[in-house]
């Protein structure tokens, strides 16, 4: 018990929250993932929705995947007639709301498939937040002609 109340002083004493000791509980999430295959080695697609419960928004800044040999976040840009896609390095979850990844908008370039995607398969895509926050989430492969969830 007085180990218990040294403990906590301490971590009082050095700015440390109590939560920090219960474990902090997690504010982000992923839904809804899902991956958009392409045939041969085309880059893929990745869509999900990201929410954020809470009070302070957070920045998704980075995905990983053992499947393929590169991911990175980017946005569909309309200029006219005319679309491009650029690579932004963090997109951000507004507090107690989410964001939604769909196709002509923001998304995951998946490049470098180092085996062929089979539709009706899931794939694990770990998304990486501002707050220090890691989630894991299996994302189902659909064919290229998929337009949403």
């Not at 080695?41 to 809470?54: C, H, I, Q, R, V």
Request: proline residues 5%; aromatic residues 6%.
């Amino acid at each position: 018990m007085k180990t218990s109340r040294n403990l906590l002083l301490a971590a009082l004493l050095c700015g440390s929250s109590v939560q920090a000791f219960a474990g902090a509980a997690a504010t982000v999430s992923v839904s809804d993932c899902w991956i958009r295959a392409l045939p041969g080695d085309l880059p893929s697609g990745g869509y999900f929705k990201a929410g954020n419960t809470g009070d302070q928004p957070v920045n998704l800044t980075g995905i990983s995947t053992e499947a393929f040999g590169m991911a990175m976040l980017h946005q569909t840009q309309s200029q006219g007639s005319t679309s491009s896609m650029a690579m932004v390095h963090q997109v951000a979850v507004p507090a107690h709301g989410s964001l939604v990844f769909a196709p002509g908008n923001y998304h995951v370039m998946l490049e470098q498939p180092k085996q062929p995607l089979k539709i009706g398969t899931t794939i694990p895509l770990t998304f990486s937040f501002s707050d220090g926050e890691k989630v894991t989430a299996s994302c189902a492969v659909k064919s290229a002609s998929t337009m949403s969830q």
